[in-house]
């Protein structure tokens, strides 16, 4: 490392350890050495600290030992004439540095100052924590949980940092979309002069929020710490590392979490310093201006710092400019990104997908209130399909005023030699992702209850309905080109057609419905295994049943069944069930044996139907958590989306560290919430029935079909009696609320 980066981190390290010092004297001086210190809603404490330390900062006082320890790292500036690799001492001053940027936000959080204050800056999504006109602070467990399985599934390759400032405001927001395209996250944080490229965005109007993938932190450097926090919250969470593990922390960063920094605008010893501890984590910074590099020597394998000065960057403007830079930054963390080319005028990737239009900004829409929508995927012969053929049939919507409606009907015809029936309802569920990811548009709903939204933004780029055919088309033949060779696209807006092809699509959804509830364990000769997670949660095993979907929600049996056709040797495997050694809890010889070496020895036998005995594992990624409470002799249900305490002492986010990273772990289980749904839930332990208290989130919004479940049970009002978190947040108020309602696993025998 050049002589001048290792001084100026060094120096960097060395004031900024210094300065924690002094706010931590000062804060202890105010408020005394008890009081608690926390950052919101997530159970890794001070996550940076404790990943590479294994401190569990709790309170002001707890911070006096992690600074200790920064100081330790710290080192004396090199001097004029000594050349020496220099790299040991930068890269510990890296981690110094995160070890005092992370107290300084501790400090911050004590005083009520974080999340940082930015006018003008409203967070979008439904999850956004915080009130507008405030950043986002620390991501909570909960979110990180959330993305957990676009991370491993490659949807979302991973995260870019951005500190500083662009060129310009259009540079900010070409780069931005840019990323967004590949459906890379997008961390903001610092300034340069005091001017950030939050501030960029918000003048330029780009939506901000878990929702559109772009977090802003904080607009100084020090919040750079959040994405870091976030990629140590990795690794614990999907990679199963404890706290104070940091090399194995550390390494599980640089081989799976694809993550670079951009620097924007001039880099000071503060940015130097903190870019030293991205380095420790393998995450390269891309600079736009003139500074030295650190390139591969034979420590590291690739360029570590790059100076990519903007106004060298060959290309015809600043835009193309902007491009390139980031081409250059992907290439040096070295990815393989798939993009699939969508030709519509609007930018594409799933970091669209959460994009809401509101009514104001809307052009059209099709379905919700007033009008009807609905869509519709079958299969047909290979000699019966023009592919790439997209027709409309009916008028157009030009003729409709801004703000209106109309009724469409999406029909969507594919052939394909490896095509089979029981693959059309896979693919149809597709539609949704694919069509919400053009920026501008928004899609609700699936079947007849579909609802899109075109804003008039897309319409002015001249997005209209062929469009939305050439999205179809584009995207199946890129996701799944295994099984279909053909696709074309009709969308009917002719009032007599929708109609009749309503009713068409009606027959075959009920087909469909039928077809799933026939479909039984007991009536298929194999299961399927999911070992998506692996790349994060490396003993985890899913296995998939026809009533036993995968905890994340994402994968049920038609899925991994249509998933290995397309790819025979990739994490969906036949598992053939082999003998059935107990019925009741679901053990089959077959099964058994394919969990234990997927899980690489560590879990010797699972039960498919029991929560107490070898039940299921799980990564980080379930939809909700089932624990047994014994005191009610019965489990509860948390949703990943209920912020709340749970009777078992517990949020979600502290409970997910109990029932996550590949462990058996009795009476706890990840589940995905439309098991909760099926016969085989929890069936060797009592099944629905000894649900005693379940996330109010859940009733709202399964309630049709959970009034279903109600009467397969044979009690009406069975819902009712399961308690929520309005009513019982320990076991004393459970209790007293299931005796009131006379909940019937009160009655049944003891759950074990
Ligand atoms: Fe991960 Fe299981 Fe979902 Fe597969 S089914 S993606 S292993 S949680
Ligand atoms: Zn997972």
Redesign the pocket.
């Known amino acids: 490392m050049s002589r001048y980066i290792s001084t100026a981190v060094i120096r960097g390290a060395n004031a900024i350890v210094k300065e924690a010092e002094g706010m931590l004297a000062q804060a202890i001086a105010e408020y005394g050495p008890d009081t608690p210190v926390a950052f919101t809603n997530t159970a890794y404490y001070l996550p940076v600290t404790f990943g590479l330390t294994g401190m569990q900062v709790e309170n002001l006082g707890d911070m006096a030992e992690v600074l200790q320890y920064a100081r330790s790292m710290l080192y004396a500036l090199p001097k004029e004439q000594t050349w020496l690799p220099y790299l040991g001492e930068a890269l510990d001053s890296g981690i110094a540095t995160l070890l005092a940027e992370e107290v300084i936000m501790g400090i911050r959080f004590v005083r009520g100052e974080q999340p940082e204050k930015i006018p003008g800056l409203e967070l979008v999504g439904t999850s956004a924590p915080a009130e507008s006109g405030y950043a986002n602070g620390p991501i909570d467990d909960i979110q990180l949980r959330a993305w957990g399985?676009q991370l491993?599934?490659g949807r979302m390759p991973g995260f870019a940092a951005i500190a500083g400032a662009a060129k310009s405001n259009e540079v900010a927001v070409e780069i931005v979309r840019q990323l967004q395209q590949r459906n890379i996250l997008v961390f903001l944080c610092g300034n340069v002069n005091g001017r950030s490229i939050i501030h960029q965005l918000i003048e330029e109007g780009v939506e901000m929020g878990y929702d559109t993938y772009i977090v802003p932190f904080g607009t100084d450097t020090i919040s750079a710490i959040y994405p870091l926090g976030f990629a140590t919250r990795s690794a614990l969470t999907f990679g199963g590392k404890k706290g104070g593990q940091a090399r194995e922390i550390l390494l599980y960063n640089k081989y799976r979490v694809f993550a670079f920094v951009l620097a924007l605008g001039e880099v000071d010893d503060l940015k130097y310093a903190t870019a030293a501890g991205a380095i420790s984590y393998g995450f390269p910074t891309i600079a736009d201006t003139i500074i030295p590099q650190v390139l591969p020597t034979g420590i590291t394998q690739y360029e570590h710092v790059i100076s990519m000065p903007f106004d060298d960057i060959e290309g015809k403007d600043d835009i193309e400019r902007a491009k390139r830079m980031v081409q250059k930054a992907i290439e040096v963390r070295g990815v393989k990104l798939k993009i699939t080319d969508v030709p519509i005028p609007v930018p594409y990737g799933s970091a669209f997908e959460g994009e809401r239009v509101r009514r104001a900004d809307m052009r059209i829409e099709f379905g919700g209130k007033n009008a009807r929508c609905f869509e519709y995927l079958y299969m047909v012969d290979l000699e019966d399909v023009e592919d790439g053929k997209v027709e409309i049939v009916g008028p157009g919507f030009e003729e409709i005023e801004d703000g209106g409606y109309m009724d469409m009907g999406i029909v969507v015809e594919v052939a394909g030699r490896k095509m089979q029936t029981d693959f059309e309802p896979v693919l149809e569920r597709q539609m949704h992702y694919f069509i919400n990811g053009a920026s501008g548009i928004q899609h609700i709903g699936q079947r007849d209850i579909t609802w899109i939204r075109l804003s008039k933004a897309a319409y002015e780029k001249g997005f209209n309905l062929e469009h939305f055919g050439k999205i179809l088309h584009a995207r199946f033949h890129a996701d799944f080109g295994a099984i279909v060779d053909k696709v074309q696209v009709t969308l009917y807006t002719k009032p007599e057609l929708v109609e009749e092809w309503l009713e068409k699509a009606r027959e075959a959804y009920d087909y469909r419905n039928r077809r799933l509830a026939d479909l039984t364990d007991e009536a298929v000769e194999e299961f399927y295994s999911?070992?998506?997670?692996?790349s994060f949660?490396p003993n985890?095993?899913?296995v998939?049943s026809p009533e036993r979907?995968?905890?994340?929600?994402?994968?049920n049996w038609l899925d991994?069944k249509a998933s290995f056709q397309i790819n025979p040797t990739g994490?969906?495997q036949p598992i053939l069930k082999g003998r059935c050694l107990d019925p009741i809890k679901g053990y089959y010889d077959r099964v058994n044996e394919f969990v234990q070496q997927a899980s690489h020895g560590s879990v010797e036998e699972v039960s498919m139907y029991s929560i107490i005995e070898n039940p299921m594992t799980?990564?980080g990624?379930?939809e909700c958590i089932a624990m047994l409470i014994p005191e009610a002799n019965g489990v509860m249900v948390v949703s990943r989306e209920d912020p709340s305490m749970t009777p078992a002492g517990m949020t979600f986010s502290t409970l997910a560290g109990v029932a996550g990273g590949g462990l058996q772990t009795p009476g706890v289980m990840?589940v995905?919430k439309y098991y909760l749904l099926s016969k085989k839930f929890i069936s060797a332990d009592g099944g629905f029935k000894r649900i005693v208290w379940m996330s109010s989130v859940l009733k709202e919004m399964m309630a049709d079909e959970l009034k279903e479940i109600a009467i397969r049970e044979g009690d009406p009002d069975l819902i009712d009696k399961i308690a929520d978190e309005r009513y019982a947040t320990t076991v004393e108020e459970l209790l007293g609320y299931l005796e009131e309602k006379e909940h019937p696993a009160l009655a049944m025998d003891a759950i074990f």
Do not use: E, K, R, S
Request: glycine share 14%.
């Open positions: 399985i491993v599934d999911c070992t998506l997670c692996q949660a985890h095993v899913c998939v979907l995968g905890l994340c929600g994402a994968y991994c994490p969906n799980a990564c990624c379930f990840g995905g």
